[in-house]
Each structure stands twice: as structure tokens, then as C-alpha cells.
């Protein structure tokens, strides 16, 4: 009864899913129009910008025969079919991704645009909603704005406001704010907060690029008197919390500045700019400390009402100055924000006296507190945040470790303090005694699931008066998996957190001790994050940031950005791979070549640099397989695997790219490593790569490196190995993104789906049975050292859920699932498993469930693309299409539709 009520369950669900895609694309022909990957985006640099679209259509092979783009300066233009800015004509194609093609676009411009489209039978469709993109500086001459600062030092504490009065005389029929700034920035118009972007601008190699953000602040804008307030905070540009990463040495360091142009449009058409000058007005700010690494201080007694509203009284203010721009490429941030993405209220409160409470937000975030804290004038609380509590007490003289509180010693092991005055993950607020003081910082984020609020003295504190807030890159979800494994789900959840909790404009290794960009960990959960979240313009800023980190002689830091720690001796491939195969991953998701060839000289730079260190086809320029449970792994044979991957895709992108002599003399390249590899550590007689360890054997097949004549044999000792070590993970990083894979791939998906399941250590499970909600960087969760509580090192799991269970994988011929590879694994440990992922054409779902002695499998295929379809059958197997029995064979090749197969 159970299993047919679950079976029942999982009908209704897909059937709800079904209906929920069924109304986003009620309406036929284009739908999601997006220019340079973002849905009506302002502040377009790009001079030929990318244009894409979906094709909504439910018949049965549905695609799109032709289409035409149409954009024009205004939507009456665009209706009345006069003034285009540019028409591509009827083009018979199914490409539902271009680039424009017009006349020259204008700066501070708005274009509208719409797609009309023809059917599979040549029948016009119903015109696309008209939508839009606007331009924005389009080049740094046509910035009015001067960078300006206040006349303080590096080592000055408190934040500065600035603010700017300004007559609007006419009637306005828009308004738009851009602002470039080296540090961080809130900006206000008349007192109220611009946006809701958090932590903007985001991090760059300042001395090198810095990104501007565009807002339309029509609606805050008011004809007469008006205000801007700007309040700077240092982020990673004035970085003056001390760590072992040297970021306070940083080339580009100095005192917060930015550049601001607010732009008017007024009904008769005239323009006017305010802009920053040495007219400004600044002063220091209740905000006396800020730190991206540490927390945040904030004095509310030095508080200024009405400090950014146009009646405010500055003449005490100080004058501003002029500065020197951080550098001379200003470029437009156009990317998804950082945002308060989820509010979490607190789960429970521990009073232990009145000025000690510790609060428990139940799961582990990156993010802030939200605290309303009411005291005398003068009482200093300090907030601590944390990833665990203490467990026991301590015994040591002197020992403040308590039962309970709060334990901050598994990741302040890299923070250096000169002083107790900037205290970890901590942010310190001082009562005014006027009443309530409502406090979440501004210029800093932490990694956390408690947070212990200390006071000098007595305060009354509720459960209600704090509120943790998940922070993230505000990524649009585009994957989903549910299966009939509780772990298996909770591992997928958790998995997704810490790649949110790691999303930061670039993909960091964890959200409170480092923050730092580590490549390796952005590469081993690209899979992953692209499965799961809509993340390219998030990759491509970060591609740029390794573009502006690359030396002359090709070699990358193994973080990035960085201030200039990172270019040792380790930094090799199996770290910086990420410069080719981050472009590669996003080429295959969203068949988009840009970031191959925006990337194409920095992956040919690296590839020649480890090329010459490495003249035998060998190289032990790398890291190795990081926090491995037990065994470890030749570096020379890991390093030299990801060298190959290197070279092979140099290769590949070569031939996208019509460079034929670099696709020759890379293609030779990656068979030399392939076979230098083979050559030392291949057992052509025994089927063993090194040692055979699971890492070794795991990465041969992963990277394809092994002659194909002894793949599935291999595999065969892969698998074994894994039953050698106990049905248990016996891999660090590199084995962990690769033996799930390795394993399924090839024949052997009974085992990995074991290794994914295990609950026992060390598994990602064993984690998730201890209460993880997070991934954490130590299989060991009691380790010494290497235990951050929330790392995406080991994340690759949350990506073989889609490839190794659903089966949905990209085409290398037909890119961005134009055509879909669908393979999934009716693992005997499940008895339903549903998953969904948003690619570039729409919905794809591969979902099946046993029934009795059958396996039906339901698939959706979006319209304007194909599948390929292979299934795990057995020779006595049947195969069973819509209710009729069809030939089996190796592989079905369906169009766009949902199909329903019967495997008996």
C-alpha cells in the first residue's frame, strides 16, 4: 500500500510540474527573451550584444523553421515597423541564439525587440512579447563623473558618507544612476536605499577592471530638490583585517573612491547629469569599522538622521577630493546581484544570562544577522557568528571554550589580529539608550548557524529579535531532482547550499575562513552549479578576473582574484584548469562560444607554459588530490591528467574556432600527455593506473585518458577497489569529481549509486546523518585541521544526480542540449527518481519509477531541440513507446514531445 500511495505521489507531482510549465508558456512562438544571458537588462557594453529565446510549443516535434528579430528605440516603432534599428529578414534557421546584427547601438539607449517565429510546418507564430535591453556608457569617454574620496588614509576606521544636493527643474521622464567604486557602496536618492543589491560592486582585480552598476531610479527622482547619499565600505579593496592571504598588501589598496553619473531625461527631451565632483559633501559615518573578512562595528549614538534627504544640513560637512581613477577599464557589472536571497527566522534561543544568548538558525548559511537590540547609552554587544557550538567544556587554565557557546576554532586558524579590536566573524553595535537599534551590516558576510550575542551590559533579547538572512549571487534555479531516498534528496539540498553559501560574483571555497576564489574548487562544482542555477554571467566576470590575473608567461594564481598570493610552485593544472574548462562547461550548457573565444589566447598561454616545463608530456605542476581519506595519489600522474584535459580542449575549441593549424599541433599535443601517461602508468596486463587507488583509476576513465580497448575493464577494477575499501569513498578532491562519473559512465552505476547513498564514514552522507546541511571540506568530521563546515570542494555529487541517475547530459556535436543525451540508471536502490533541469531550449525531465516488475520512464524534450535516449536494458528486456512495443535497440533519437517508455 505505501509504495503504491508513493508511486501515486510522484504521478500527482510530475503532473503539477507539468501544469506549472504548462502556464509559464501559455503563450506560443518566442518566450524568455534575454539579451547577454539576462532578462531586460540595462547597462549594455556589448557592441554586439547576444540575443536568445525559447520556442513554446507542446506539439509533438515542435521546432522552429525560421524567425526574425525585430528592434527598433521605441515599442510604437517596433509595432508600426518604422525606425528599426535592425530587422535580420526572415532567416530560415532553428538558431534561437544570435547576435545583433544592426546599426551602431548608442549609449544610454533603450532598444525594443521582439522575435517572430515559424513553426515545423513553415506557419507563422504569434509575435514574442516586446522586451527590451538598454545601453549604458558604452566606453569609458562618456564618463562625466570625477572619482572622488574623502581626505582620509588607508588606516582610517569608519566608513564615509557623501552626499549631493540637486535641482531637477522640468518635468522627468526618466532617470538612470550609474556608479563605479573601488570598495563597496549603498547609494540612496532622497533618503531611500537604491536597489537591493548587497556587497555591489563586485570583486575585482582593482588595478586592472572595475565594474559599474546601472539603475533606473525614474520613480526616486522628483521634480525640485533632491539628495543622493552615497556611504563607502572597503570590501576587498581596503582590506585592513589582517590573514595569511595578504590582502592588506594588496597592489591596488587605498581608501574607498567612486565615480557617479545620474542621468535625466526630461519630457522635452533635454538631458541633464549630476555627477561626482570636488562640490560633494562627506563626513565619517556611525559606521567605525568594516571588514568583508571580519565583521562589522557600527556606533549608533554617531547616528545622523536624514543624512542623504535634501533638507539635511551639511555645513559641517567636509569638502571631498579628487582621485585618480583605480584604473583606466571601467566596465559595466552586468551580472545577477548579490542579494538577501532568504530570510531565516531563528530556530531557538539560549538564554545563559542576560548578557549572553546563543541563537540557532537550524542549517548552516552564508550571509548576515538582522539584530534588535534595545540597552543603555554606551552598552557594547558584540555578535559572534559560527559554524558549531562548543560540545564539552574546557579543562585548560585559562580556557573560555564552554559547553554551548559558540566555537569559532575550525575557521579563524588564518586570521592574523594585531589586536582584539577586529574580533572574527564578529560585528559589534553600540546602544544610543534612544530606543530600539535595528542593525545588519552593510559590508560584510559571514558562514554561519549560530550566533552568540554578547553584552557589557543586561539586555532583554527574544528569538524574534534576530534573523539570519542566506546571501548569495541570486541565481535563477533551473535544476530539480526528488527521488525515493530521504539522504539522497537532503544530499542535493545540502550540496545546492554550499554552492549558494560560495557564490559571491565568483565561486569561493567557503563562506567565512578564507572567501577566497579558489580555482579548483570552481572547477570541480561547475557541473554542479550549471545543473542546478542559471550561473554564466556569474562564470564569465570570473573568466575576466583570470584574464586580468594571467601572467605575460601564461601562469595563473590558484586563487583568483587575488591580491598576489597564489603564484607559488602549486598552482598547476589541476587547480587553474578552471581558464579551460569553466569556457568549455559553458559552451556545453548553453552552446555559447563566447567564453571559449574570450578565453581562447589565456587557455593557449597556460597550455604552453605547462608545455614548457613539461617537454616529456608529464608534469608535477599541481596540488595533488587534496584531503584525501587515506590513500594517496601520484602527483605527476593527477597533474598530468588535467594538463591533458587542458590540451584537449585547446584542441577542441581550436576546430570551434576555425583555427585548423592550433587544432593540429593541440590535438598532437593532448595525444603526446595521453600517451606519456599510459606509457608510465598504465598496466595494459592488470588494467591499473598507479598504485590503484580509487583516484588514480577514477580520473583515467572521468578524463577519458584510458585506451578504449580496456575502459570497461578498468572500471571493472575501479569497482572492485571500492569494494576492496569497504563500499566506501577512499578519494580527496580530484577522486571525488571524478568516481561517481567514472563509475556510472561505465558500466559500473550500481556501485557509484552505493558510494552516493553510503551513510557510514566516510561518505557525503555520513555528513548529512550527523546534521550537516552543508557540504564540509573534511570526509572526517572531527578532523584537526581542513573542517570549514560549509565547502564546495567536494561538490560534484550534486551534478551526478542529473548525469549518473537522470541520465541528462549535453551533446559535444549538439551543444546547450540542442540535442539532449539521455541515459538514465535504474539503480536497484531506488524506486522512483525525478529530474529536471532549465537548459537553453526549456524544460528537460527524465523521471522514472518502478511499477511491479517494469520500469516506466517519462521524459520531456523541449521544443526546438531533440534526444538521443539509451537505456540499461538486459537482452530479455522489452521496450515499450506510448503503450507499443518498438525494436530495441541501442539508442531511440525522439524530437521535442514527452514520450512515456515501458522497460519490462
Not at 531586460?40 to 529565446?53: E, K, Q, T, Y
Not at 563626513?283 to 545622523?304: A, C, K, Q, W
Not at 563566447?594 to 589566447?601: E, G, R
Request: hydrophobic fraction near 35%; glycine fraction near 8%; include cysteine.
Amino acid at each position: 500500500m505505501k509504495r503504491l500511495l508513493k508511486i501515486e505521489i510522484v504521478t500527482l507531482l510530475l503532473l503539477l510540474n507539468v501544469l506549472t510549465a504548462a502556464s509559464v508558456y501559455a503563450q506560443v512562438g518566442a518566450v524568455s527573451l534575454k539579451c547577454e544571458h539576462l532578462s531586460s537588462p540595462i547597462g549594455v557594453d556589448a557592441i554586439h550584444p547576444r540575443l536568445s529565446w525559447q520556442i513554446s510549443d507542446t506539439r509533438q516535434g515542435a521546432r522552429q523553421s525560421a524567425y526574425q528579430v525585430l528592434i527598433a528605440k521605441d515599442s510604437v516603432g517596433l509595432s508600426s515597423k518604422k525606425g528599426y534599428a535592425w530587422d535580420s529578414g526572415k532567416l530560415s534557421s532553428p538558431a534561437s541564439s544570435i547576435t545583433y546584427n544592426g546599426t551602431k547601438l548608442e549609449p544610454f539607449t533603450r532598444y525594443y525587440w521582439k522575435v517572430r517565429t515559424w513553426d515545423k510546418d513553415g506557419k507563422l507564430m504569434p509575435d514574442s512579447r516586446i522586451t527590451f535591453f538598454e545601453t549604458g556608457m558604452m566606453g569609458m569617454a562618456n564618463w562625466r563623473g570625477n572619482w572622488i574620496s574623502d581626505e582620509h588614509s588607508i588606516n582610517t576606521l569608519p566608513a564615509p558618507y557623501f552626499r549631493k544636493t540637486f535641482t531637477a527643474v522640468k518635468k522627468i521622464r526618466s532617470a538612470r544612476a550609474y556608479i563605479a567604486v573601488g570598495g563597496l557602496y549603498e547609494l540612496y536618492i532622497n533618503g531611500n536605499k537604491v536597489g537591493n543589491h548587497r556587497l555591489d560592486p563586485m570583486y575585482t582585480r582593482f588595478d586592472r577592471r572595475n565594474l559599474y552598476v546601472s539603475y533606473d531610479v525614474t520613480a526616486q527622482v522628483q521634480s525640485g530638490k533632491n539628495a543622493i547619499g552615497v556611504i563607502l565600505g572597503n570590501g576587498w579593496y581596503n582590506h585592513q583585517s589582517l590573514a595569511v592571504w595578504n590582502f592588506d598588501r594588496a597592489p591596488w589598496r587605498q581608501r574607498p573612491t567612486f565615480c557617479l553619473d545620474l542621468r535625466i531625461t526630461y519630457e522635452d527631451g533635454t538631458t541633464s547629469t549630476i555627477y561626482t565632483d570636488d562640490s560633494w559633501k562627506t563626513h565619517l559615518s556611525p559606521i567605525v569599522f568594516n571588514s568583508i573578512y571580519t565583521g562589522e562595528h557600527y556606533d549608533s549614538r554617531l547616528e545622523m538622521p536624514g543624512w542623504n534627504t535634501p533638507d539635511f544640513d551639511d555645513t559641517k560637512w567636509q569638502e571631498t577630493m579628487l582621485r585618480a581613477a583605480p584604473s583606466k577599464n571601467i566596465v559595466s557589472q552586468l551580472m545577477v546581484p548579490i542579494r538577501n536571497v532568504e530570510e531565516i527566522p531563528a530556530k531557538s534561543i539560549v538564554k545563559f544570562t542576560d548578557q549572553d544568548y546563543v541563537i540557532d538558525l537550524g542549517r548552516n548559511i552564508a550571509g548576515v544577522t538582522r539584530v534588535k537590540l534595545k540597552g543603555d547609552s554606551g552598552t557594547i554587544v558584540k555578535i559572534v557568528h559560527g559554524e558549531r557550538l562548543y560540545r564539552v567544556t574546557g579543562t585548560k587554565p585559562g580556557d573560555k571554550a564552554v559547553k554551548g557557546h559558540v566555537d569559532l576554532s575550525n575557521i579563524d586558524v588564518y586570521y592574523r589580529p594585531k589586536d582584539d579590536t577586529d574580533p572574527y566573524q564578529t560585528d559589534i553595535v553600540i546602544l544610543n539608550g534612544k530606543g530600539e537599534v535595528d542593525f545588519m551590516p552593510k559590508f560584510n558576510y559571514k558562514g554561519f548557524q549560530y550566533v552568540e550575542v554578547l553584552s557589557s551590559k543586561p539586555i532583554q533579547l527574544q528569538k524574534e529579535d534576530v534573523t539570519g538572512y542566506f546571501m548569495h549571487s541570486d541565481v535563477e534555479a533551473v535544476g530539480n531532482i526528488s527521488s525515493s531516498n530521504p539522504l539522497i534528496d537532503k544530499l542535493w539540498r545540502a550540496t545546492n547550499n554550499s554552492y549558494l553559501s560560495n557564490l559571491f560574483g565568483y565561486p569561493t571555497d567557503c563562506p567565512q575562513r578564507e572567501k577566497n576564489g579558489w580555482t579548483g574548487d570552481g572547477h570541480f562544482a561547475v557541473e554542479t552549479g550549471l545543473y542546478n542555477f542559471d550561473g554564466i554571467t556569474v562564470y564569465e566576470k570570473w573568466m575576466a578576473d583570470h584574464r586580468d590575473e594571467q601572467q605575460p608567461n601564461g601562469v595563473l594564481p590558484d586563487i583568483i582574484p587575488t591580491g598576489g598570493w597564489g603564484y607559488g610552485t602549486a598552482n598547476g593544472t589541476d587547480w587553474t584548469s578552471t581558464i579551460a574548462i569553466i569556457p568549455w562547461n559553458l559552451y556545453m550548457f548553453y552552446g555559447d562560444s563566447k567564453p571559449l573565444a574570450d578565453n581562447y589566447n589565456n587557455i593557449k598561454a597556460y597550455v604552453n607554459y605547462v608545455t614548457g616545463i613539461s617537454p616529456n608530456g608529464l608534469t608535477t605542476f599541481g596540488r595533488g588530490d587534496w584531503v584525501p581519506v587515506k590513500s594517496s595519489s601520484s602527483l605527476e600522474y593527477t597533474s598530468s591528467v588535467y594538463y591533458y584535459v587542458d590540451a584537449t580542449i585547446l584542441a577542441k575549441a581550436a576546430k570551434l574556432l576555425g583555427n585548423q593549424a592550433d587544432f593540429t599541433r593541440y590535438s598532437a599535443l593532448a595525444a603526446k600527455i595521453r600517451k606519456a601517461i599510459n606509457d608510465k602508468y598504465f598496466n595494459p596486463a592488470t588494467c591499473i593506473y598507479g598504485s590503484g587507488v580509487q583516484t588514480e583509476l577514477s580520473m583515467a576513465l572521468q578524463w577519458k585518458v584510458v585506451p578504449e580497448q580496456y575502459r570497461l575493464k578498468v572500471a571493472q577494477n575501479l569497482a572492485k577497489r571500492v569494494a576492496q575499501d569497504g563500499m566506501h569513498l577512499d578519494v580527496g578532491v580530484l577522486g571525488a569529481k571524478a568516481i561517481l562519473n567514472a563509475l556510472s559512465d561505465n558500466g559500473q552505476v550500481e556501485t557509484a549509486y552505493k558510494l552516493a547513498a553510503q551513510d557510514t564514514y566516510p561518505s557525503w552522507g555520513w555528513w548529512i546523518v550527523n546534521g550537516a546541511t552543508t557540504l564540509y571540506e573534511n570526509w572526517d568530521i572531527n578532523a584537526a585541521r581542513d573542517i570549514s563546515l560549509n565547502h564546495m570542494m567536494f561538490g560534484e555529487i550534486g551534478g551526478w544526480f542529473f548525469k549518473g541517475l537522470g541520465g541528462i547530459k549535453a551533446d559535444e556535436t549538439q551543444p546547450g542540449f540542442k540535442n539532449v543525451l539521455l541515459q538514465p540508471n535504474f539503480v536497484t536502490g531506488l524506486s522512483f527518481f525525478n529530474a529536471s533541469h532549465e537548459g537553453p531550449f526549456g524544460l528537460i525531465r527524465s523521471s522514472w519509477v518502478r511499477e511491479g516488475n517494469k520500469v516506466v520512464y517519462n521524459v520531456v524534450v523541449p521544443a526546438n531541440s531533440s534526444a538521443t535516449i539509451k537505456f540499461p536494458v538486459g537482452n530479455s528486456s522489452k521496450v515499450f513507446l506510448n503503450g507499443k512495443q518498438v525494436s530495441k535497440t541501442q539508442q531511440y533519437n525522439v524530437t521535442a514531445g514527452a514520450y512515456r517508455f515501458e522497460i519490462r
